[in-house]
């Protein structure tokens, strides 16, 4: 069953940090670019990352970048999002998803959820 | 960037009304690289299709998208309890930066 799992969300101050992982399982993760996703409360979707299969290649949404990171672990069917330099506006569901060969985002994680506030 | 407009936001419907929603980019855009995404409430997105009208897996016949250019539509021929929900589109290119629209809602 190909399956997406996040982890990692929580409560943390503005200007904290946190590491937010995506678990890949029932397909051959190393053969999909991963994308990160993310949905502020009661609000819409916002796409935020983007790494290619090898990892080599990466893109940031411009409310993001310079703060986030994303990597990935082959070897482990592992995605990651490192979270820097929070601020309230960061406030959402973070999903994970994959991307699929025409582009679009054909499967995705269940979120989780990070929460900004003092 | 790419900016995707969806209207209406929110529309009243009946079980087994026909219904078309709108979506229109703020300039032309490949028709290969437009997407619908159905979210249900507490769930996470579901592609539902993908290059404008291509159905994704388990996506059911009576949903249908169309257009060209830099306007979308997708349309459910005969609406069931289930497809009560929000529903974006999405211009994925063929590199980022994405763009989602800001959604529409379908109520009973």
């Known amino acids: 069953q190909v399956r997406l799992v996040e982890s990692g969300g929580g409560l943390v101050k503005p200007g904290g940090s946190l590491r937010l992982s995506c678990a890949a399982s029932?397909?051959?993760?190393?053969?999909?670019?991963m994308s990160w996703i993310r949905q502020a409360p009661g609000k819409g979707l916002e796409w935020i990352s983007y790494?290619?299969?090898?990892?080599?290649?990466?893109y940031y949404a411009d409310s993001v970048k310079g703060r986030f990171t994303i990597s990935r672990d082959n070897s482990n069917n592992s995605l990651s999002l490192q979270v820097n330099s929070l601020r309230a506006g960061d406030t959402a569901v973070y999903y994970c998803?994959?991307?699929?060969?025409?582009?679009?985002?054909?499967?995705w994680g269940q979120g989780t959820m990070v929460t900004v506030s003092s | 960037d790419i900016v995707l407009t969806q209207s209406p936001a929110t529309l009243s419907l009946s079980p087994g009304d026909r219904v078309t929603l709108s979506c229109r980019a703020s300039?032309?855009?490949?028709?290969?690289?437009l997407a619908w995404y159905q979210q249900r409430p507490g769930q996470a997105p579901r592609l539902l299709m993908y290059?404008?009208?291509s159905r994704a897996t388990g996506t059911p016949d009576r949903f249908s998208g169309r257009g060209s250019g830099a306007v979308f539509s997708l349309t459910i021929s005969r609406v069931e309890p289930e497809d009560f929900a929000v529903y974006y589109c999405?211009?994925?290119?063929?590199?980022?930066?994405?763009?989602f629209g800001q959604g529409t809602r379908l109520e009973i």
């Open positions: 998803a994959r991307v699929s060969y025409s582009n679009a985002f054909d499967i």
């Open positions: 029932g397909f051959t993760f190393s053969d999909y670019y």
């Open positions: 790494v290619s299969s090898s990892g080599t290649t990466k």
């Open positions: 300039e032309s855009v490949s028709s290969s690289y």
């Open positions: 290059a404008t009208s």
């Open positions: 999405q211009h994925y290119g063929n590199r980022p930066p994405y763009s």
